[in-house]
């Protein structure tokens, strides 16, 4: 009966295959060689299979020999891997952290984010939302996720929260738009008459807004609902809007997004704060507290200053 097989058996067939003979694992395991010799054959039995060919002074494996080692490693390993995570939960550790973004969280701080967690904590299972605005409260007020980040929009009442830094969004138009000419001078007003001539791109919730309209100035809009598709409508010249700066330095840099300034808005009216927020009373295990504290750190690294002066 296969299911009668031990770990112990495959880890002396392991022992032997790695030692090159029964005398040398025997060594290894500090069992003498006759209860190894005994525990190959016992497996052989069970399994049906020669795993060994005894025809010459030393024992090689044979062709079903190899093919089966590696599956004992495969069968080992996961079993040494159980008995870790095992221990590790018993010692308070999450076995599962989720976590939902608002939309204009900084993509490469949650990449960052995902690649150290995936080497701090790899035997723990991470979920990851983007949503927009009130969405991501809703996440983690109907239980889907222990943690999300909300921008100001977001109906948070019953969450706790804690402020993780802020994001500037940056009004601006494709490099072939009417707008852009408006641009130049740097800092030059584009009159809210003019800017209601144009379509503008608004970010929008799935499932229709619940949250106040936010920044609309036109009263010709096109609206979506993830801020990537709001950035190539807006690089093709199809109208103008509000975009975070540390999603557009390049395209700014490039001259594929012109930068315009609203008279109806001051410099800096955009600046949108970002918190973490959570279920009053949740206790995080050690993953989701180092998930909590990373989210600070690489919030401002990527972020930057919004403060700054421009």
């Known amino acids: 009966m296969h299911d009668s097989i031990t770990l112990e058996q495959l880890r002396t067939f392991i022992a032997v295959a790695d030692e090159g003979s029964f005398s ?3 060594r290894k395991l500090r069992r003498v060689q006759s209860a ?9 039995s069970q399994l049906g299979i020669a795993l060994w060919d005894r025809s010459t002074r030393i024992p090689a494996l044979t062709e079903h020999g190899r093919v089966l080692l590696g599956a004992a490693r495969r069968v080992c390993a996961d079993a040494d891997a159980l008995s870790s995570t095992a221990q590790r939960l018993a010692g308070g550790l999450d076995p599962l952290v989720s976590l939902c973004v ?10 960052d984010l995902c690649v150290e967690f995936a080497r701090v904590y790899p035997t723990v299972e991470l979920v990851v939302h983007t949503e927009t605005m009130a969405a991501v409260a ?3 007020l109907d239980g889907t996720c222990q943690l999300g980040v909300v921008g100001p929009a977001a109906m948070a009442q019953g969450l706790e929260r804690q402020h993780l830094t802020s994001v500037r969004m940056v009004p601006v138009v494709g490099k072939t738009h009417p707008l852009a000419s408006a641009a130049a001078p740097r800092g030059a007003r584009v009159a809210t008459e003019q800017l209601r001539e144009h379509v503008q791109i608004v970010l929008s919730e799935r499932g229709g807004a619940r949250s106040p309209e936010q920044a609309v100035l036109s009263p010709r809009t096109w609206r979506v609902v993830d801020l990537e598709t709001k950035r190539e409508l807006l690089c093709a010249g199809l109208g103008w809007g509000n975009l975070p700066e ?4 390049d395209d700014l840099n490039a001259g594929r997004l012109v930068r315009i300034w609203p008279a109806a808005w001051g410099d800096d009216e955009h600046v949108l704060p970002l918190a973490v927020v959570h ?10 507290q180092w998930v909590l504290k990373r989210l600070v750190e690489l919030c401002r690294k990527h972020v930057g200053d919004p403060e700054a002066p421009r």
């Open 24 to 26: 040398a694992a025997a």
């Open 36 to 44: 190894v010799s005994h525990a190959m054959a016992n497996l052989e």
């Open 102 to 111: 608002d939309a204009i969280f900084p993509l490469s701080a949650l990449v």
């Open 138 to 140: 809703d996440r983690v």
């Open 246 to 249: 540390h999603m557009i330095r």
């Open 279 to 288: 279920r009053p009373g949740l206790v995080q295990g050690p993953a989701g």
